[in-house]
Structure formats: C-alpha cells, structure tokens
C-alpha cells in the first residue's frame, strides 16, 4: 500500500534553534518528492521538489534531503523564527500520469517558541 | 505568489441547504483540483479536471460535484450539505516546470461548518 508516514506529528522548538522533520514513504514507483508549508487556515505552499536523482535541495533557511533506497526524506530548519510555526507537508508523486498521483502525509505541526 | 483565490473564506450554513465554493485563476493553468482536508489530517483529492468540460472524480468519494466551463474557473457545489461536509476544502491548479516536474499552486480554502 502506497503510504506517506511523517514524524513527528507536532514538535516544539525555541526561536533560533534547528530542527529536522521527518518522511518516510513506500510509493512506488516514485517520481518526487515535496515538501510544502501550510500556515494555519491557509492553503500549502511548495518549498521543495525533489526527483530521484537528487539528494540535497535547499530553500533559504529549507534544506530537504532525499535518499531513494531507503525511500526516506527530511526537512531541516535552520535558525528557526516564529513564523516558521505552520504544519510542514511531505508529499510523493508516483510515475503515473504527467503530475502523477500525489500521496500527502499528514504534517509535522512546528511550533516555535520566542 | 501564486494567483488562485477562494470565495467564501468561511461559511456556515444549516443542514440541507445548497453550496457552492469558489474557486478561479489567473495563471491560465489547465489543471484544477479539489481537497478536503481535516484537522491534523492528510488532504484527500475529490475532483480534478484536465481542463475545460473535464472533470473527474478523486480518491475520496464526495458528494460534491464540479463544473469546468472557463479554464479559470473550477467551482464545487454541494446539492445537501450534511454536518459530515464540515471540513476545508483547498482548490488548487498545477503548472509543469522545467524538467518535466509539475507543481501545484494552492488557494488559501474555504472552511465549511455545516450545522
């Protein structure tokens, strides 16, 4: 069974610290990997997109890591601010139609403390 | 930032009344879907449409139905909304990039209490 697993379901951090957020996924086959960030009450928005061949992208203070064999991924934060509070969204496409099915996990729910 | 907007923002409405949610953009993209997403939940696909007069069911059966007659428009109606559709609904439309790598660009949702 297709499945996107996220750990941990909610984490809390002080300001400037970093964190590493986790997924785990048994798509296949597997074509990408995002992660997205949603602010509470509002749509997610793309942080990083990832295909098999890549192992490291960065978005700013955003660095995902993808490793296909173990079909795992990670979302480090860097220096965390508060407004980096938002649930944090790994999703998988497979290699099916042009995007692909896309299989979401259920977030990390960040929240950082001043 | 992407253009894709929702209208209503927030709504509550009694059993058995008829909704429609909102959803248009300006990007000229010609996909569009529909998500229903619970708290601390995964978002769950319920339509998708190709482009105009397009339009397919998702993974989460719904009763909700969609119409695609613009390319910037992709409205949801509920003919009975039932306290069972109390969720977020998110609309999004998709663009492929460089590489072959399709990206999806969300709204900010529509929030549904149904009474």
């Known amino acids: 069974k297709n499945q996107v697993e996220q750990s941990p379901q909610s984490l809390i951090i002080l300001e400037g610290k970093n964190c590493t957020l986790q997924?785990?996924?048994?798509?296949?086959?597997?074509?990408?990997l995002r992660w997205y960030k949603q602010d509470t009450g509002r749509g997610p928005v793309s942080l990083t997109i990832m295909t098999f061949s890549e192992n490291t992208k960065s978005n700013g203070r955003y660095t995902a890591t993808l490793d296909a064999d173990t079909k795992q991924s990670s979302l480090h934060i860097t220096a965390s601010q508060l407004s980096d509070s938002a649930s944090y969204i790994c999703v998988v496409s497979d290699r099916g139609s042009t995007l692909g099915r896309l299989y979401f996990g259920r977030g990390t729910q960040l929240t950082v403390w001043p | 930032e992407a253009d894709i907007y929702q209208t209503p923002r927030y709504l509550v409405i009694g059993t058995g009344k008829k909704i429609t949610l909102e959803c248009s953009q300006t990007?000229?993209?010609?996909?569009m879907y529909w998500y229903q997403q619970d708290p601390g939940m995964e978002l769950h696909l319920i339509h998708y449409s190709y482009g105009v007069n397009s339009t397919e069911k998702g993974d989460l059966s719904s009763e909700s139905t969609v119409s695609r007659i613009r390319t910037e428009h992709f409205p949801l109606t509920l003919e009975s909304a039932r306290p069972s559709h109390t969720s977020q609904y998110l609309c999004?439309?998709?663009?492929?990039?460089?590489?072959?790598?399709?990206?999806?660009?969300f709204g900010p949702g529509t929030r549904l209490l149904v009474l």
């Open positions: 990007m000229g993209h010609d996909k």
């Open positions: 999004a439309s998709s663009v492929r990039l460089a590489g072959d790598q399709e990206t999806q660009y």
């Open positions: 997924c785990n996924y048994t798509v296949s086959p597997f074509s990408n």
